[in-house]
């Protein structure tokens, strides 16, 4: 199984390396066969000792360059970054990233041969339509996305279950999920929404739910390690 904290614009640089060191010391004392991935802030990346994976909430897709406010993989580079997260949903809509946006960022760091959890969601009025419509907008988030590459991991996270502690029932992620395995037969597929200690076993127990993206649960470290040694 997979479990990906994604701090998104929490923890500082202190309060991430308290969390790494705490981390370690967990998975020290209770050992995990299960792959771990923590996305601290941009400020907070350096090369954390550590056997979990740390990744990048998000990068241009450039070496270096003109692009104020930014960081590229030379700036990853230097901690020896090569994870990142594209295409989450708050960058979509609260950051203008289009599609065309997000699959050119998404061509550029598979280029740099980066491992990818590739986000894709759909809003509360497509799930309100039905299972149909809810693949048919999945499916048109993966244009310009190669779904055979080796280091992808989608993650599947519907907007609506974002942050609102409602996470998709069973039987919605169990159908999403199994339509999206006809698409990514050998690709890792997670949930994202809502996961918390209280509903993490039920989450993993669905077919074709290979690990978890979390946000809110998994900033604390007690809460987010429950949730590893769960299962
Ligand atoms: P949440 O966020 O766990 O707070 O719902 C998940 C995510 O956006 O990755």
Known sequence: MIFAANFKTNHTRKSTAEYIRALNDKIESSPTE?????????????????TATIGAQNAYPAQNGAFTGEIGVEQLEEFGIDTILIGHSERRELLGESQEAVAKKF???KEAGFEIIYCIGEPLEVRDQ??????EYLLAQFEGIDTSYGKLIVAYEPIWA??????????????????????????????????????????????????????????????????????
């Open 162 to 231: 974002i942050g609102t502690g409602r996470s998709a029932t069973v039987a919605e992620i169990e159908s999403t999920h199994k339509a999206l395995r006809a698409t990514l037969p050998a690709t890792p597929i997670l949930y994202g929404g809502s996961v918390k200690p209280a509903n993490i076993v039920e989450i993993l127990s669905i077919e074709n739910v290979d690990g978890v993206l979390v946000g809110s649960a998994s900033l604390d470290i007690e809460s987010f390690y429950e949730m590893v040694a769960s299962v």
């Open 130 to 135: 039905g299972d149909e419509a809810v693949v």
């Open 34 to 50: 299960h792959r771990v991935f923590v996305f601290p802030p941009a400020t907070a990346l350096d090369s954390y000792e550590t």
């Open 107 to 109: 061509a550029f760091f």
